[in-house]
């Protein structure tokens, strides 16, 4: 199924809890492999220790350029913070900043 979801995906974010970060594996691993951009977005919230985006990079062995962000996914104006790392992201690694594939035809 998740072949289908991300077909013609520009990029992803990996919604990520700090008390269950091995969770995290299998999405971040889908998306290298299939070379598709993607942010990892930190769930904060009441009750759960905060971390470092650092140390959730190191701890979820991702590369220097992978977004890692701070939110509390039931924020409207965190979660827009994180789709907007995401598009930034994406367009950052795109030549020409236009993303092509299957799901934006070119012009």
Known sequence: ??????????????????????DCFASIDYFEQRSIKFVVAVNCFDGVARHNPQDVRIALDLDQDVPVVLCDARRRESSKQVL?????????????????????PAR
């Open 1 to 22: 199924m998740w072949d289908e979801l991300s077909y013609g995906a520009l990029g992803a974010v990996v919604l990520a809890d700090t008390r269950r970060l091995r």
């Open 84 to 104: 907007m790392a995401l598009v930034e992201h994406v367009l950052a690694a795109t030549p020409g900043g236009v993303p092509r594939g299957p799901s934006v």
